[in-house]
């Protein structure tokens, strides 16, 4: 601290101990050592430069102070003051706040205990400079200590609350631009979800929604994670099979794909016409997805992918978090290769319809609470598109079952109609009130009536049907078939059958169905066969007549001639009375038959 001019002047010297000080000398203290002048100019000049030093030490103190931290300038300050006045250690006491040289925090109490001699200053109540150090203090020292305090209660104060109000401010500035980041990435996050929403909503394949869904998690464009693989659930298995991935196995497959993914975008203007026609043709394989298509993995009791489709929850992975469950979930972690992964679900309305798993394995970008946020919205924006596909595609099957069985029972009505209008027989139908509601053409041809002039009318109200729609009113009333064989309809025998017309489902009855032979030709023919067949009978009759006559006059004459043997006999008689009895009626039968094929002959 002592200048190495002082040592130029004629009549100073510097002494590094106080026993080598002569008598009739003038001394003045600097630090450590011992300023000694001949005379009174000379030792003059010493107190003007120490005053100069104490000067200079001030303003070096205001300067640390107006540039470094309160406690860190505190602490230079009383350094400095320290080694200037070569003193033990040197407390500023500030209310409740203590600061000393070397770090140590007392209170002025414990100060004064653990130092009994030193040297108390105080400025108005609120500050106290202790100064541990034996001796009396000089004029320049006292104007140090007097100078400090002072600065340090009137100018610093303000400028250190000041510099508090400063630093405050440029903590909130630098946490609102913080807060500015944040806000500008979830923006930047929350239009990745609408435009991927939107490319989401317009399709409804699954297959290519899973593609949209992959794509978007992995691009660049997109939420730019590294691997991105989709679980579909399998309710009837309880387990998850992998559907699609998209990802490498390598860090060499990982920058191709990055590069590929890049170079498409490249080709689109948005984020939402990229994620479309690329689902159609995206085909970028590589060793990861070979590896890991179509796996399967039971949900039930595993550690994470019970939590997800179950409860519904995002589950983030991480070495740590791995180490109590690392062989439940051997076979997650032997296929991805890696400890850090995030699993969520693809939740519908009402239940998980899949999982999805990413990780960032090669850039290793961490992944923040946002991200978590983000990925929780998509995750229900996902699902309920998925959703919107499955039923869509629900739809369009049945859609296409139901066009094919219109168009099958328009084949059919058709078909119907031209068994209906070809058939040789006369079909009419009626309703529950007895209206026709089917005539056929063969019906137009027996009864001259045409099919549009009948439907709808009551099958009595025609000419001649009144018989026939009490029949089939019976047949409501019964729910029997009826059968009118050889029914006479003016010049014309029919054949008509009645059946009760029930619906297939409800077995409740609908109508009647009226089938109508016409057997004309049928009944004359037959007529004619009896007739012939009755003189055929009838010669041959005549032929057997007597040995048929003459049998049983024969046993009846025997009979009789028993009886008169076994006169005594009651049961015996009896038994041979009904034998002859059986033989007269046997005669009277045959007698009858002629006399039937004689009449019919006549």
């Not at 005053?51 to 300038?73: F, G, M």
């Not at 990745?192 to 399709?203: E, F, K, L, P």
């Not at 995030?342 to 990413?358: A, E, S, Y």
């Not at 959703?387 to 084949?411: C, F, G, I, M, P």
Request: aromatic residues 10%.
């Amino acid at each position: 601290m002592v200048p190495e001019r002082l040592k130029q002047i004629k009549g100073i010297r510097i002494l590094e101990s106080e026993d080598e000080i002569p008598q009739e000398c003038f001394t003045c203290r600097f630090g450590k050592h011992t300023v000694v002048a001949n005379d009174e100019e000379s030792f003059e000049i010493v107190r003007l430069y120490k005053r100069l030093t104490v000067y200079e030490l001030l303003l070096s103190l205001v300067d640390s102070i107006c540039v470094h931290p309160k406690e860190e300038a505190l602490r230079f300050s009383l350094k400095k003051v320290r080694e200037f006045l070569d003193a033990e250690e040197v407390y500023l006491i500030e209310g409740d706040a203590s600061y000393s040289s070397k770090g140590e925090k007392l209170s002025i109490d414990e100060i004064k205990k653990k130092h009994p001699g030193a040297s108390v200053r105080e400025w108005r109540n609120k500050l106290h400079l202790v100064v541990v150090r034996e001796g009396a203090f000089d004029e320049e020292e006292e104007v140090l200590c007097t100078k400090l305090l002072e600065f340090i209660g009137n100018v610093s104060e303000k400028l250190w609350r000041l510099k508090e109000e400063v630093q405050k401010l440029k903590k909130s500035y630098e946490e609102q631009l913080k807060v500015s980041e944040i806000q500008k990435e979830h923006i930047k996050k929350m239009r990745i979800i609408y435009y991927v929403s939107q490319a989401m909503r317009s399709v409804y394949d699954p297959n290519n929604l899973y593609r949209v869904i992959l794509l978007s998690l992995v691009s660049e464009r997109g939420f730019n994670f590294d691997r991105a693989v989709l679980l579909k659930k399998d309710e009837g298995t309880g387990s998850l099979i992998v559907v699609s991935a998209v990802g490498g196995d390598t860090l060499q497959e990982h920058e191709e794909l990055k590069r590929y993914l890049r170079k498409r975008t490249l080709r689109y203007t948005d984020l939402v016409q990229f994620l479309r026609e690329e689902a159609l043709t995206f085909s970028f394989e590589t060793k990861f997805n070979e590896k890991i298509r179509g796996k399967r993995f039971y949900y039930r009791e595993h550690p994470i992918f019970e939590r997800v489709v179950l409860r519904k929850s995002i589950v983030r992975t991480s070495r740590e978090t791995l180490e109590k469950i690392r062989y439940e979930i051997e076979d997650v972690i032997s296929i991805l290769e890696n400890d850090e992964f995030i699993v969520f679900p693809l939740v519908g309305r009402w239940d998980t319809l899949g999982v999805v798993v990413v990780d960032n394995k090669f850039s290793k970008k961490e992944v923040t609470d946002l991200d978590l946020d983000v990925l929780k919205l998509f995750s229900e924006s996902a699902g309920l598109a998925l959703e919107n596909a499955y039923n869509y595609e629900s739809l369009r099957e049945k859609t296409l079952d139901l066009q094919r069985q219109n168009e099958l029972v328009e084949h059919l009505r058709n078909f119907s109609e031209s068994i209906l209008e070809s058939l040789e027989t006369a079909i009419i139908t009626l309703s529950k009130e007895g209206r026709v509601t089917e005539w056929n053409k063969k019906a137009e041809q027996l009864f001259g009536l045409k099919k549009e002039n009948v439907l709808g009318r009551r099958l009595k109200d025609l000419p001649d049907f009144e018989e026939i729609g009490s029949v089939a009113e019976s047949v409501f009333e019964n729910k029997e078939p009826v059968f009118l064989n050889f029914y006479k309809f003016g010049e014309r025998y029919f054949n008509i059958r009645f059946s009760p017309f029930r619906n297939a489902k409800t077995q409740l009855l609908e109508g009647v169905i009226i089938t109508i032979d016409d057997v004309t030709e049928l009944y004359k023919y037959e007529e004619e066969r009896k007739r012939r067949e009755r003189l055929s009978i009838l010669g041959e009759m005549t032929a057997r007549v007597a040995h048929e006559i003459r049998n049983p006059i024969t046993i009846i004459g025997g009979f009789i001639m028993r009886m008169k043997k076994h006169l005594d006999d009651p049961e015996t008689l009896k038994k041979y009375i009904n034998i002859i009895t059986n033989e007269l009626s046997r005669l009277e039968t045959i007698v009858k038959e002629i006399l039937e094929y004689s009449k019919e002959r006549q």
